[in-house]
Nanobody, 123 residues
């Protein structure tokens, strides 16, 4: 069993930066694939970025070059550094964990989810 708790969301102006963190419980963190998804009101949950157990990273086209996913296995923590934020990035951001798969971009790939943290970007 893995429990995930996100933090770091908030209100920021367009062009600003935020760093999200996701603290995980459980001794299997280092072997898990991890991902960030987001969901705006009325929209489906959308893939943002993923990182494999070996550190390979994958990002959605919409955030490539602006967002960076990383992990610290010693701290059981996943991060999402978000730069050059745009109003379109406004959403609830969720971290997810599971066995890494080529379908890392699909929510159903992941077995564990955090409660979400709100990110609001004002124009």
């Amino acid at each position: 069993q893995v429990q995930l708790v996100e933090s770091g969301g908030g209100l920021v102006q367009a062009g600003g930066s935020l760093r999200l963190s996701c603290a995980a419980s459980g001794r299997t963190f280092g072997s898990l694939g991890l991902g960030w998804f987001r969901q705006a009101p009325g929209d489906e949950r959308e893939f943002v970025a993923a990182i494999s157990w070996s550190g390979s990273t994958y990002s959605a086209v919409s955030v490539k070059g602006r967002f960076t996913i990383s992990r610290d296995n010693a701290k059981n923590t996943l991060y999402l550094q978000m730069n050059s934020l745009e109003p379109e990035d406004t959403a609830v951001y969720y971290c997810a964990a599971g066995r890494f798969s080529p379908t890392y971009y699909l929510p159903e790939t992941y077995s564990y989810w955090g409660q979400g943290t709100q990110v609001t970007v004002s124009s």
